[in-house]
Structure formats: structure tokens, C-alpha cells
């Protein structure tokens, strides 16, 4: 079976293009110069967050509401119990003219600046680094099944299927310089561009599919209504008609194109079956109810939701579901991100130990199992030794020839799985009494340390014991 990945908006920051909510504060700055348009801005978002939240509201929200109003929505247009609602209390108002042409002269300003907050504009150094630090693991380590393909030197995954709301073309430009995943759209004859075939079936396991539009994506009402999209990297441009973005009202899903894309990524949801989300918060109802619907079906637990805010996430879910979902609270992009998401697939946590010391025999004795051990440094020289575990996997230790000072780097696997709320208690160890100084790090990030002597002794082990370092079960994830 292949796996579904899921793209948000935090799986794009790390291209330094900022969130859906970051781009409601950042336009807002952008108009503070002209004070008609930022008062009415600033009076619309104050509207929404005290309706649904402060810190709730993004980009996508306030474009619904601004289009709206353009428009000239009325109230009958957002169905029979909004109808009922609005008219029930009184505010059957319509918008009027002043109101309108302020909302369309947002809605141009707010398009064009969303097109420019997308555009990436990182060196192409920057960009590849970045991708090395979230796309390469990702798909090298996680997704899909043992169908492989070599992206430059790299060997990736490429049995999945992959969605996104993003406007951007962050995963696009990754992908096609190797293998282009099937999308929705056939290459017109003669031409760089796209025409979206809405009879079109993705049915393999290596497709991308944009659930909320795109900037390359355009919608030409004078010839036949016609989607298209142009090949590029992360350039803005623009290839006739407006630029096709989410709808603003939810009965617009089950229009062309809203209803086939969004009719693939409920099947992708249940032929897959693990879904990895990045980055994303899960503030499409029509998603989120999506995924409910798939977990409430599911036995086992499907849903990995990768990001620092993950935990909190889970809440938006019923608690019947939430045992079918794993909070990974890692950062997707990070230097740590290639590690942690290794952990996660061996269940381990890898940790890097650095002990000081003149004993000649060093062990660790922990709360947790073992599941691997070596030494990988001594006195800052590269080994690689590897260490038997002991005692019920929870005591490793190593012989030395010599009795004077080194730093020796241990690097320590100790089993870590879902739900990770186990905490761990780490001690150093000698056949003897000796002064110690060790510390505990995920790679160069620094957890705890601990110095002194080994003035415990241990009965069943027979070796003489530090003082314990305990460590947190959430510290053992790099959320930044």
C-alpha cells in the first residue's frame, strides 16, 4: 500500500514563505500607508477573531470574506439556515456600493501580495540545503513502498500519493527534475501549458493533487471555462484569467475543478494506508471531516501529524479518533528534522552522551530500553565501536585499555514509540569509584549534564553508579 503525505503551510516556512496566518499580519503592515483600506482590513479581521478566535484567522479566511463582499454576496447565497439565521436577528443588510469597492481594490492587493509572499527567494544553495533537510528525508525515509528512483544522489520514495493547500510550487519544482508525479492536467499540443481534464483518473501511486488551487493555476471564463498551468520554478507569472484559489462558500466543492480534486483525495485517504501530515492545522472543516471519517474507520493508527504544534492539534479531533493518531512534534526543514524522522521509523530516540573521564570500563544504566550503542568518538577522533546491551536491554558498558583522562561519544539508541511518554533516566557507570563528567545531547542540541563521582554501588550490576539525569519525555523532540 502506498502512504499518503499531506503538505500545509509549515511544510513550506522553511523556504522562508510565511504561513496562512502569518500573511493575515504581514498584508495588514503592508496597508498601513493607505488608511482607507487598512481601517476597513483591520476592522474585518478584528470581526472574525473575536468570532472565532484571536490567532485563528488565516489568509484563506479573510480572502473568503473580502471576495465575498466584492461580490456582493447576500445572505441567501450561503444557503437556507444562514438565510434563517441572519434574517431571525435582524442583519439582512446587503453590502453597499462604498462597501463593495473597498472589498475589490483589498481583493487585487491581497492576490497580488499573496502571489509575492509564495514566490521562493532563497539562492539555489539555500534551496537545495533546504530541501536536504526536509523533502529528502521525508521521501528517502517514510513514504511508500519499495519502489525507489535516484533524485541526483539521492534515492527516494515514490510510492505515494501527495496533497496539498498551498498556493506554491515548492514540491512541483522538487520533483520534476526527476520523476513528475500524474496530476489532473494534460499537456496542450504545441504549447508549455496545461489543460485540467476533469475526467482524468490519478490512479498510481506517484501523484500530487492541489486541493486548494494554485498560482500557476488560471481560470479563462470567455473560452470554456479552462484551468491551465505553465511549467515553472518558483516565479510568479501569470498565463490569462484569474488566478484559480480556493472557493469562498462550501457548496463551490462540488464544482469544476473543487469536485474532482476533491473526490481523489477522499480515495487517496482510503487506499493509503498511513497518512503523514506536515504543517498543516487542520482548518478546512471539509478536511478535517475527511480524515475523521477515514480514522473512524481505521483499527490500527493511521494519522501522523508532524509539527512542533502537533499535540495541540489532536484536540481538534473527537476523542473517539485521537488513539488512531501520532503527534510527532518535530519541525519539518530543521537540521534535526533528518534525524528525529529516523528515530520515528526505527522507534528510537538517538541520543549523543559525552563522558569524561580516567575509568576504564564505562557502562550506562537507563529507565528505558536499549536498543543500540556505540562509540563514535574518543578525544574528538572518529570510531565506530559498537557496544553489547545487558541486563534486560537496560545496560550497555565498554572496556578501555588505558586509565587516563579522555572524552569518549557514545551515541545511544533507546527505544521510543508512540505515544513517547515515557521519561528517561540515564547514569553513568564504573567498576569502580572515579570522578565523571557526561553530558546528554540529540546531536549538537544539549539536553542535561551531570558531574561528580560514582559513589552509589550497585548490587545487581556490581559497578558504582552517578547520580541519575532524567530527562522529559517531550525534551527528547528538537520542536525548533
Not at 70 to 92: E, M, N, P, Q
Not at 246 to 253: A, S, T, V, Y
Not at 351 to 379: C, D, E, M, Q, R
Not at 380 to 407: C, M, Q, Y
Request: glycine share 6%; proline share 4%.
Amino acid at each position: 500500500m502506498p502512504d499518503l503525505v499531506f503538505f500545509g503551510a509549515g511544510a513550506s516556512r522553511p523556504f522562508e514563505i510565511p504561513t496562512m496566518q502569518e500573511m493575515v499580519t504581514k498584508f495588514e503592515e503592508d496597508l498601513k500607508e493607505e488608511n482607507e483600506l487598512f481601517n476597513y482590513y483591520s476592522q474585518i479581521k478584528k470581526t472574525l477573531s473575536e468570532q472565532f478566535g484571536s490567532g485563528t484567522i488565516d489568509i484563506e479566511a479573510m480572502l473568503s470574506v473580502i471576495e465575498g463582499i466584492s461580490k456582493g454576496t447576500k445572505a441567501r447565497d450561503l444557503g437556507h439556515f444562514a438565510l434563517y439565521y441572519i434574517s431571525k436577528i435582524g442583519l439582512s443588510e446587503p453590502f453597499d456600493g462604498n462597501d463593495k469597492e473597498k472589498a475589490k481594490k483589498l481583493l487585487d492587493k491581497l492576490k497580488k501580495y499573496i502571489k509575492n509572499s509564495c514566490t521562493v527567494n532563497l539562492s539555489e544553495d539555500k534551496i537545495r540545503e533546504v530541501y536536504e533537510q526536509s523533502y529528502v528525508p521525508l521521501f528517502g525515509i517514510v513514504t511508500g513502498n519499495n519502489n525507489k528512483t535516484f533524485h541526483g544522489k539521492y534515492n527516494l520514495a515514490t510510492g505515494w500519493k501527495s496533497y496539498t493547500t498551498n498556493y506554491d510550487n515548492i514540491f512541483e519544482y522538487f520533483w520534476n527534475s526527476c520523476e513528475s508525479p500524474q496530476d489532473h492536467f494534460d499537456q496542450q499540443p504545441h504549447s508549455d501549458n496545461y489543460s485540467f481534464n476533469t475526467g482524468r483518473l490519478v490512479l498510481g501511486d506517484h501523484s500530487f493533487t492541489k486541493l486548494h488551487g494554485s498560482l500557476d493555476w488560471t481560470f479563462n471564463k470567455e473560452n470554456g471555462s479552462l484551468i491551465k498551468k505553465k511549467s515553472s520554478g518558483f516565479l510568479p507569472y501569470q498565463t490569462g484569467g484569474d488566478v484559480m484559489l480556493f472557493p469562498i462558500q462550501q457548496k463551490d466543492l462540488y464544482l469544476f475543478p473543487w469536485y474532482a480534486l476533491f473526490q481523489d483525495f477522499k480515495s487517496g485517504l482510503m487506499k493509503c494506508e498511513k497518512w503523514y501530515v506536515v504543517g498543516y492545522a487542520f482548518n478546512d472543516e471539509f478536511i478535517l471531516n475527511s480524515f475523521i471519517e477515514q480514522l473512524k474507520l481505521r483499527n490500527e493508527p493511521s494519522l501522523i501529524i508532524i509539527g512542533p504544534s502537533s499535540k495541540q492539534i489532536i484536540r481538534k479531533f473527537p476523542e473517539e479518533v485521537r488513539e488512531k493518531i501520532i503527534a510527532l512534534p518535530i519541525k519539518f526543514g530543521s537540521k534535526y528534522f533528518s534525524r528525529q524522522i529516523q528515530d520515528f521509523v526505527e522507534g528510537v530516540r538517538t541520543l549523543t552522551v559525552k563522558v569524561k573521564t580516567t575509568g576504564h570500563s564505562i557502562g550506562f544504566k537507563s529507565s528505558i530500553p536499549f536498543k543500540g550503542a556505540k562509540v563514535s568518538k574518543i578525544n574528538g577522533d572518529p570510531r565506530s565501536l559498537e557496544i553489547a546491551v545487558h541486563t534486560e536491554n537496560k545496560w550497555i558498558e565498554k572496556e578501555f585499555n588505558d586509565g587516563t583522562e579522555k572524552e569518549i561519544e557514545f551515541q545511544l539508541k533507546i527505544e521510543h514509540t508512540a505515544p513517547f511518554e515515557n521519561d528517561l533516566e540515564l547514569q553513568v557507570g564504573f567498576d569502580t569509584v572515579y570522578d565523571y563528567d557526561f553530558s546528554i545531547h540529540i546531536d549538537d542540541h544539549f539536553l542535561n549534564c551531570k558531574s561528580g563521582n560514582t559513589s552509589k554501588h550497585d548490587q545487581d550490576l556490581q559497578r558504582y553508579l552517578s547520580e541519575p539525569i532524567k530527562i522529559y519525555s517531550d525534551s527528547l523532540f528538537i520542536k525548533s
